[in-house]
């Protein structure tokens, strides 16, 4: 069984970037679809992106041309990084892995296995 621990959270100005981290042990990421997710408690969870075993990747509406999945299969490690962050952009995301299907070149990620979150605050 895989699990996941993610890293790299914190508090940040409007503007300025992150990058999110989620080491995985217990099965090769490289043979997972996986993704980032986010939950703010004023908003539903939301899919932020995806990448399958193939690498194609996803990205959710709100964070296209600023957030960007890779996988790093040498170190079994995900990351999102994130730029021009915006106040919309807090929340608590969690790593996941699960099955994925796709369709018309959109990858979409049903998580089964989630890390523990790392939070994400941005200030204006």
């Known amino acids: 069984e895989v699990q996941l621990v993610e890293s790299g959270g914190g508090s940040v100005q409007a503007g300025g970037s992150l990058r999110l981290s989620c080491v995985a042990s217990?099965?090769?990421?490289?043979?997972?679809?996986a993704g980032w997710v986010r939950q703010n408690p004023e908003k539903d969870r939301e899919g932020v992106a995806s990448i399958d075993v193939d690498g194609h990747t996803t990205y959710g509406d709100s964070v296209k041309g600023r957030f960007t999945i890779s996988r790093d299969d040498t170190k079994n490690t995900l990351y999102l990084q994130m730029r021009f962050l915006e106040p919309e952009d807090t929340a608590m995301y969690y790593c996941?892995?699960?099955?994925?299907?796709?369709?018309?070149?959109?990858?979409?990620?049903?998580?089964?296995?989630w890390g523990q979150g790392t939070q994400v605050t941005v200030s204006s």
């Open positions: 996941a892995t699960g099955n994925c299907s796709v369709v018309g070149g959109v990858v979409h990620l049903t998580p089964s296995t």
């Open positions: 217990g099965h090769a990421l490289s043979g997972l679809c």
